[in-house]
């Protein structure tokens, strides 16, 4: 049976259980109450463990991800260059094109590469400890590359405006001259060398005086010399190359003198030609120029527009072709692409010459020539479109006309060049102590 609960009497039992409860329980009920009331109402402060915060994290921080994680990082932060620089130390047995075989180059940058070198001829030929620096980017396109002739000197080939351009690069030198006395103990040479001259500074004097004295027969003990020579020097070393500016030879009958004249041949005092002068043409007049030097010529071959440096000349395979001028041999060989069979000849320390496209070489490296001399045979090797000679004249390595370049073509200085002519001999008479 439910009995009802009414809310009087369950009022009246609470009544008689806080009547009979404790008095000293009960007080510390309500202490106990008012307590946790208090604490109920003072503020949390907050758990810095379940707090959360958002902070930015830079991608460099990371010191390893995965793969997916960096490819999105290099599109937000991309690299300044994904070039690669490779620097060699060319081997024995090494060439141009198998360092672009082994660095994955096209066969096509090659080629481009071998246009422009037909400027120095220096990439077809590279020898061994030779320097190379490439620069090349993630697609395989060859942007660069640094070719070292020696420790002063270097060839940049860059890729600009959608085409390879080469650029020779010097330290800057300077000249020092010096004056040389001497007297004949033995031999010219060994008197010369025993002054301080070098042996070549002494071949030097005898081929500037061979035309005007016997060495061997016409110098005897007791005949003196006077010489100025210079030397060139690159961040104070000597780099071997060397001249002959002024000579006085005194003998028993006779003084001989020559000066070093702005167009690189030796004169008198008085201003006439001790050696043979220039030939314009390396060639008989008889055959015809079939292409002139322009420096804006579409290439027959490329059928882009590239400078022809040079004059070609119409003639058979087996044309003789002659120095145009005295010199010394600084390169008689085969460049297989561009040049084929070819001879450079230095002519003074501004002029050099250049012969293309031969059949046959008959002087090698090193070897002195004289103006007339026959140095080679025409022909149609390397890229040509046929029978031709290409021959060149250059002054201080840059490429000019040689059917108008000023060419000293006299036996005497001209009449409108005398007076720098004179100012120059007497500069060198007074650097003597003359």
């Known amino acids: 049976m439910l009995h009802?609960?009414?809310?009087?009497?369950?009022?009246?039992?609470?009544?008689?259980f806080i009547n009979n409860f404790p008095r000293k329980h009960f007080f510390a009920l309500i202490i106990l109450f008012v307590i946790m009331l208090i604490i109920a109402f003072i503020p949390k402060k907050p758990n810095s463990h379940n707090s959360f915060k958002r902070k930015l994290i830079k991608v460099n921080q990371f010191k390893s991800y995965d793969s997916n994680t960096q490819n999105a990082n290099e599109n937000i932060y991309p690299p300044k260059s994904r070039n690669r620089t490779i620097n060699i130390k060319v081997k024995k047995g090494d060439n141009i094109s198998r360092i672009f075989q082994r660095e994955g180059l096209s066969t096509g940058q090659?080629?481009?590469?071998?246009?422009?070198?037909?400027?120095?001829?220096?990439?077809?030929?590279?020898?061994?400890?030779?320097?190379?620096?490439?620069?090349?980017?993630?697609?395989?396109?060859?942007?660069?590359?640094?070719?070292?002739?020696?420790?002063?000197s270097s060839i940049h080939y860059l890729w600009k405006d959608n085409a390879y351009i080469a650029v020779e690069k010097t330290k800057k030198s300077i000249w020092k001259k010096r004056s040389y006395t001497g007297e004949i103990r033995d031999t010219f040479s060994i008197s010369a060398i025993q002054a301080g001259l070098t042996a070549s500074q002494a071949y030097q004097i005898s081929n500037a005086l061979g035309q005007k004295i016997n060495f061997r027969r016409d110098i005897h003990p007791g005949n003196t010399f006077r010489i100025l020579a210079s030397k060139q020097y690159i961040?104070?070393?000597?780099?071997?190359n060397s001249e002959v500016n002024a000579i006085i030879?005194?003998?028993?009958?006779n003084t001989y003198t020559a000066f070093l004249n702005s167009d690189g041949r030796y004169y008198n005092k008085k201003g006439v030609g001790l050696g043979k002068a220039y030939r314009r043409k390396p060639v008989s007049n008889r055959f015809r120029i079939s292409s002139s030097f322009n420096p804006r010529r579409l290439n027959p071959v490329t059928k882009r527009i590239s400078p022809h440096n040079g004059t070609d000349f119409a003639v058979?395979?087996?044309?003789?072709?002659?120095?145009?001028?005295?010199?010394?041999?600084?390169?008689?060989?085969?460049h297989h692409y561009a040049?084929?069979?070819?001879?450079?000849?230095?002519?003074?320390?501004?002029?050099?010459?250049?012969?293309?496209?031969?059949?046959?070489?008959?002087?090698?490296?090193?070897?002195?020539?004289?103006?007339?001399?026959?140095?080679?045979?025409?022909?149609?090797?390397?890229?040509?479109?046929?029978p031709h000679l290409h021959f060149e004249f250059r002054i201080d390595n840059k490429p000019v006309d040689a059917m108008k370049v000023d060419l000293p073509l006299s036996s005497r200085v001209s009449a409108k060049n005398m007076l720098a002519f004179k100012r120059l001999r007497n500069l060198y008479l007074k650097e003597m102590g003359v």
């Open 4 to 16: 009802k609960i009414t809310f009087k009497n369950a009022l009246e039992s609470m009544t008689r």
């Open 339 to 386: 040049a084929g069979n070819y001879v450079v000849i230095q002519n003074s320390r501004h002029y050099s010459t250049r012969f293309l496209h031969l059949s046959k070489s008959f002087v090698k490296r090193g070897q002195r020539v004289k103006m007339g001399e026959v140095i080679a045979l025409s022909g149609n090797t390397g890229r040509s479109t046929g």
């Open 235 to 240: 961040d104070g070393k000597f780099t071997g």
């Open 316 to 334: 058979p395979i087996g044309t003789k072709v002659r120095a145009t001028g005295d010199g010394v041999v600084l390169k008689s060989q085969k």
């Open 110 to 152: 090659l080629q481009e590469l071998l246009d422009v070198d037909i400027s120095y001829l220096q990439l077809d030929h590279i020898h061994p400890g030779q320097r190379i620096t490439l620069i090349i980017s993630p697609k395989q396109k060859l942007i660069s590359l640094v070719l070292a002739l020696d420790e002063d």
């Open 249 to 253: 030879l005194k003998t028993r009958r």
